[in-house]
């Protein structure tokens, strides 16, 4: 067997995940029995015994589903007994804090609930205000726990699961918490301390926006790149450029070698002295997945180079995931080690044969020519990385880039200049020079990441550059490209091979989109968003946009922005929020920024909502009650207010949806809204029975939901919008509907 660890590496990090992903966790039991059984029955069929290959995958398959079961019934069992209680927990903040959504998260280890030690467990504990403590800290508060639940957009019990985090918390009074400060003076503790200077260094010298990505760049920091900056780079398919990966990696290990070759030392000393930047850089990230994958990859490749041996890459590979999930075995759920090795793993297989293709292409004189030589290469880096990870990016992001190859070409470059240039900056300003000499690099190194932001906000905007996966169509389209490229690279020779594949999809893709434009003339699609405490209706119909949301105490917007902007939702006609408790003034704001609206209508006047100078908008209010058609009548909303609870009927024809925020009273609903087909509720109204209807979608915490779902009729449809995440809802000419992800 040539690659044992390359087998046995990927093999494993499958297996956990089919187990992790798809066995139910009650028969958890089962997987290693089953695996056992199906490995000893391998062993004696003969055909089978003489094939190694086989028979290590089974025992790594068999050894994966024992090592599932073991996690489980320690890691993750023994804190489901929290779940839905609440408790006084007292332990250490393991990271740095970070702020998203408005929400404070604090990732601690907690080793005393409630009048007993236990062994300490990780947990992500938010709240709704900062509080006094920092990494070390020991921190004593009430806190309530609750398992995450994933959602179309997000996948969050993924992934907390791959950081070895099995259950959340919030505080339940940020008031009245006590702090216990650490004195404490660890080699951990330093290296956070360092990370936090290098993070916080650039911030006295660039705007907040370019310092937030400089860190993603740097060092995989992208709790605090705006939403908006984010689904730009998804769009370009460069995403992965803002986190610590490979590429990272090979920039500190060739600043080093140059350094040390410079310095005249030996070639074997060289290599394995550049295993401490590596080790001090992978110490930095917070021991990001995807960089220890690339940092103990390096690890080898120099050792074995001081050793004067050949390293196998694919073997490296194998060797550095099965120890990250053999440490870890949740880690095989997390998108960027994924992501990851499966770039690394591209760029081993392909890259050569690609460089080679585009060589033989090009007149062999023009192809030596030093700078036709370095495109090519970044040209086929490019390539060979988004083969194995495209697919990925697709399935988690919902966005297909049709400019992503491009557009790495002119990324991957610009990134490493500005690696090198964040390093510069972000370590002489944490030695403390003057600022006279931080000045140059701090220009030089701020004008490349506004360049980065400027690219990627100009190629996000070009028409077509994306497509969202939302459209029923692309599924099929993104499998004909795959099955088209297969057949022609095996029936016909390259040139012919590569201009088919670009020929048949395009072709392919036109037609699914005038097909899917006929298919979709005078029908009504209404996506509904989930928000947590918010929800968001947009109703589109040939090319006309409508939006009517409801916020609440705790608005997770992001879910409406990315909606927005991946469906590449432009002009809106109407926009209403129906009700609010406390409006969303930055998510309003980008709305208005981004988006062409007609006519915006809002609850109550607020000037720090919108700004009408500056935005060019003058928008509608309304007080108690809401009365509005657009689209010559076939579109109405109507709000009112009752006892403090408000009732939006959305009304298409004559299809109804009543939104209730608040769960509120049947009776209080006007004459005009007692017709429904479908109610959209956070909570149940008082005497909801007594109406007839057909669904009730309902939003909201996932805790919510289960306590309400129980109470509604059997033959009532129940759709779970925090499971889901979002839901579609299309309407034919006869006023049926069909209610779908």
């Known amino acids: 067997m040539k690659r044992p660890m390359f087998v046995i590496g990927f093999v494993y990090i499958l297996a956990l995940l089919i ?44 050894f994966a589903a024992i090592v599932s079961f073991v996690n489980f019934k320690i890691n993750i069992e023994t804190t489901r007994k929290y779940n839905e209680r609440e408790e006084i927990i007292s332990g250490i903040i393991d990271d740095l804090p970070y702020e ?110 370019i310092v937030n990505i400089q860190n993603g760049i740097f060092l995989g920091e992208q709790n605090n790149i705006e939403n908006l900056q984010k689904i730009n780079l998804l769009k370009n398919g460069i995403y992965h450029l803002v986190c610590t990966s490979g590429i990272h990696i090979s920039v500190i290990v060739t600043i080093f070698l140059w350094c040390f070759k410079k310095l005249k030392f030996e070639k074997k000393l060289s290599c394995l002295l550049a295993i401490i930047p590596i080790s001090l850089f992978v110490l930095l990230t917070g021991f990001s997945l995807s960089a220890v994958r690339a940092g103990i990859m390096y690890t080898i490749y120099l050792i074995a180079t001081a050793l004067s041996k050949k390293s196998d890459s694919l073997n490296s590979i194998g060797l550095s995931i099965f120890l990250i999930c053999l440490l870890n075995p949740n880690s095989a759920l997390s998108l960027g080690l994924w992501m990851s090795a ?135 389209w993104i499998g004909i490209i795959i099955l088209t490229a297969a057949v022609c690279f095996v029936l016909f020779n390259r040139t012919k091979a590569f201009a088919f594949s670009i020929i048949i999809p395009v072709t392919a893709l036109i037609c699914g989109v005038f097909s899917y434009q006929i298919y979709s003339f005078n029908r009504t699609h209404i996506s509904v968003i989930n928000g947590n405490e918010s929800v968001m209706c947009i109703i589109r119909k040939n090319g006309h ?148 209807y057909e669904s009730v979608i309902m939003y909201g915490p996932q805790y919510v939901i289960s306590e309400y779902v129980s109470k509604f009729g059997k033959y009532v449809k129940i759709y779970n919008l925090a499971y889901y995440g979002k839901l579609n809802i299309t309407l034919k000419n006869n006023n049926n509907y069909k209610i779908g992800v």
């Not at 958890?28 to 290959?53: G, Q, Y």
């Not at 970044?378 to 992503?404: D, E, G, N, R």
């Not at 432009?570 to 704001?589: G, Q």
């Not at 689209?631 to 939006?648: A, H, I, M, P, Q």
Request: hydrophobic letters at 40%.
């Open 19 to 62: 187990i992790q992903s798809n066995v139910p966790e009650k028969n958890l039991i089962f997987a290693p029995i089953i695996s056992a059984l199906i490995c000893i029955l391998l062993i004696f069929i003969p055909i089978t015994r003489k094939n190694k290959t086989i028979i290590i995958s089974a025992v790594t398959i068999t």
């Open 100 to 209: 998203k959504n408005g929400t404070l998260h604090y990732k601690i280890k907690v080793d005393y609930v409630t009048n007993e030690e236990v062994t300490p467990f990780k947990v992500m504990l938010s709240s709704s205000a900062p509080l006094e403590c920092d990494f070390g800290d020991r921190l004593y508060c009430v806190a309530h726990f609750y398992i995450p639940q994933s959602s179309y957009f997000f996948d969050s019990k993924q992934y907390y699961h791959s950081q070895g985090i099995y259950i959340n918390a919030y505080v339940k009074n940020p008031d009245q918490t006590y702090v216990k400060k650490n004195p404490e003076n660890s080699l951990r503790h330093q290296i956070i301390k360092l990370r936090t200077k290098l993070l916080d260094a650039p911030k006295n010298f660039l705007d907040e926006k």
């Open 342 to 476: 499966l770039s690394v793993l591209g760029i081993t297989l392909f890259n050569q044969k690609i460089f080679l293709f585009f060589v033989g292409i090009f007149n062999k004189r023009i192809s030596n020519n030093p700078m036709v030589k370095a495109i090519i290469s970044s040209v086929s880096v490019s390539l060979s990385a988004s083969i194995l990870t495209a697919p990925l990016t697709i399935f988690y992001s919902k966005i297909f880039s049709l400019t992503q190859i491009f557009t790495n070409i002119i990324f991957v470059p610009l990134t490493t200049v500005i690696l090198i240039s964040s390093l510069i900056l972000s370590v002489i300003c944490a030695v403390g020079l003057p600022r006279l000499i931080i000045y140059p690099f701090a220009f030089i190194c701020g004008i490349n990441v506004k360049f980065f932001i400027k690219l990627s906000d100009f190629f996000a905007k070009i028409p077509f550059c994306y497509i969202s996966l939302d459209y029923p169509f692309i599924k099929f």
């Open 545 to 692: 946009t409508a939006c009517i949301s409801c916020f609440g105490e705790k608005n997770y917007i992001k879910n409406f922005e990315n909606f927005l902007e991946c469906s590449n939702i432009n002009d809106i006609d109407y926009f209403a929020v129906a009700d609010s408790k406390n409006l969303p003034d930055k998510f309003i704001k980008n709305t208005i920024k981004n988006h062409k609206i007609n006519c915006f209508i809002l609850p109550s006047y607020d000037d720090k909502y919108i700004s009408s100078e500056e935005t060019g908008i003058y928008p509608l209010y309304f007080g108690t009650e809401l009365h509005s058609s657009i689209w010559g009548g076939e579109l109405s909303v109507d709000s009112v207010v009752k006892n403090d609870c408000s009732y939006t009927n959305i009304k298409i024809y004559k299809f109804n949806i009543l939104i209730v925020p608040e769960g509120g009273n049947i009776d209080d609903i006007p004459d005009n809204m007692n017709n429904f087909d479908i109610i959209l509720s956070y909570g149940i109204p008082v005497n909801f029975e007594y109406k007839n």
